[in-house]
């Protein structure tokens, strides 16, 4: 069964694994690494979508972080304006 990964969904390890079909040691080698970024919550880890989709696509990262930086730069021309 093909599962949908959710953007902005909240991902444990063991969901993220299952996801990325890779092993136990493997999540946590690149969480040591820092190749998936995550957060601690109450001693686990959880992982955003959006970090999941990244790992698997960088495509989208890349233009996610071209739509985010045109933004900013109207927003600091903007401010500047003032």
Known sequence: M????KINAIYTTAETQELLKISN???KRMLKKGLIRANKVGGQ?????K??????SPKIEKK????Y???KKR???ELNKW
């Open 45 to 49: 880890y959880r992982i955003l979508g």
């Open 2 to 5: 093909e599962q949908k990964i």
């Open 51 to 56: 970090e999941i989709l990244r790992l698997v």
């Open 64 to 67: 996610a972080v071209k739509s």
């Open 25 to 27: 040691s493997t999540i």
């Open 69 to 71: 930086l045109g933004v």
């Open 75 to 77: 927003v600091v021309d």
